[in-house]
């Protein structure tokens, strides 16, 4: 079982940017896919974000396409999850999570999450 640990959360004005960082433990890093999901103050956990195992394959919700890019460095047991032009509706927890594809990530079955970082956008 991998264990992930998020990092890169915090305030940051509307149009600025953050750069969130998920850590994982164990060998098998590489054999997941990893994916970003994000709950706002009331609402439900949504997918954000998915990358396959070796990145060929790269999904993104709607609302994000085009402001945020996954990436993910296999030595180094991170993925990564670059956000642009950071709009105040981007204010939510943020989960890293790996699975076995990117298509049972963007299903919500996970195999492991980790417990979030809180990105909040001011206007």
């Known amino acids: 079982q991998v264990q992930l640990v998020e990092s890169g959360g915090g305030l940051v004005q509307a149009g600025g940017s953050l750069n969130l960082s998920c850590a994982a433990s164990?060998?098998?890093?590489?054999?997941?896919?990893m994916g970003w999901f994000r709950q706002a103050p009331g609402k439900e956990r949504e997918f954000v974000a998915a990358?396959?195992?070796?990145?060929?394959?790269?999904y993104y919700a709607e609302s994000v396409k085009g402001r945020f890019t996954i990436s993910r460095d296999n030595a180094k047991n991170t993925v990564y999850l670059q956000m642009n032009s950071l709009k105040p509706e981007d204010t939510a927890v943020y989960y890293c999570a790996a699975g076995t594809s990117t298509t049972t990530i963007r299903s919500a079955d996970i195999r492991a999450w980790g417990k979030g970082t809180l990105v909040t956008v001011s206007s």
């Open positions: 164990g060998r098998t890093f590489s054999n997941y896919a």
């Open positions: 990358i396959s195992w070796g990145g060929t394959y790269i």
